[in-house]
Antibody, heavy 121, light 110 residues
Framework: EVQLVESGGGLVQRGGSLRLSCAAS????????MTWVRQAPGKGLEWVSV????????YYADSVKGRFTISRDNSKNTMYLQMNSLRAEDTAVYYC??????????????WGQGTLVTVSS | QSVLTQPPSVSAAPGQKVTISCSGS????????VSWFQQLPGTAPKLLIY???KRPSGIPDRFSGSKSGTSATLGITGLQTGDEADYYC???????????FGGGTKLTVL
């Protein structure tokens, strides 16, 4: 059974940093792309970033480019999102999601339960 | 403003059929596969349709997807009260080099 468990969310001041983790189990982690998606309170889904199975390919939404860094440790079956220079508009539930294949264009098929990030001003 | 355009809300009676549209451009829907997700209140999204029209195992055939040109459509037949949720389309956008979601459509089963 595929399981994705996010952690690392919390309250942080504007301009601060936070690192989210996504622990994966139930599948061969290194053979699937992974994605971060966020959802601000009461708002829709916003695609944030994706990383290929090997970690060699990464892409970012314009809203986070230059501030967020996606990475993965295939030996630990874990994906990360390093978030720097946080802004109030980064406040959201952050979901970890698994792709159906190794490449970044692979569609999402499983989602974690999310972790809440709150940026205070 | 979302790159993919969905109607904010749709409604229909139990047992009826509803369709949800998702309009994009040649940068996204026109050249890439579309996925559809269901988000029940207070829960994480769930995959309903991938590669325009394929259903993952466990998704009933009441849910269907189609694509034509730069638009995609999600169809739900035999509506149930349990289908009340937000529905999102998603595709890759080559101009942005990023994934993009529609703004979401709230389905109300009257």
């Amino acid at each position: 059974e595929v399981q994705l468990v996010e952690s690392g969310g919390g309250l942080v001041q504007r301009g601060g940093s936070l690192r989210l983790s996504c622990a994966a189990s139930g599948f061969t982690f290194s053979t699937y792309a992974m994605t971060w998606v966020r959802q601000a309170p009461g708002k829709g889904l916003e695609w944030v970033s994706v990383i290929s199975g090997s970690g060699a390919g990464t892409y970012y939404a314009d809203s986070v480019k230059g501030r967020f860094t996606i990475s993965r440790d295939n030996s630990k079956n874990t994906m990360y999102l390093q978030m720097n220079s946080l802004r109030a508009e980064d406040t959201a539930v952050y979901y970890c999601a698994k792709g159906r294949g190794v490449v970044v264009l692979a569609p999402i098929d499983y989602w974690g339960q999310g972790t809440l990030v709150t940026v205070s001003s | 403003q979302s790159v993919l355009t969905q109607p904010p809300s749709v409604s229909a009676a139990p047992g009826q059929k509803v369709t949800i549209s998702c309009s994009g451009s040649s940068s996204n829907i026109g050249n890439y596969y579309v996925s559809w997700f269901q988000q029940l209140p207070g829960t994480a999204p769930k995959l309903l349709i991938y590669d325009n029209d394929k259903r993952p195992s466990g998704i009933p055939d009441r849910f269907s997807g189609s694509k034509s040109g730069t638009s995609a459509t999600l169809g739900i037949t035999g509506l149930q009260t349990g289908d009340e949720a937000d529905y999102y389309c998603e595709a890759w956008d080559t101009s942005l080099s990023a994934g993009v979601f529609g703004g979401g459509t709230k389905l109300t089963v009257l």
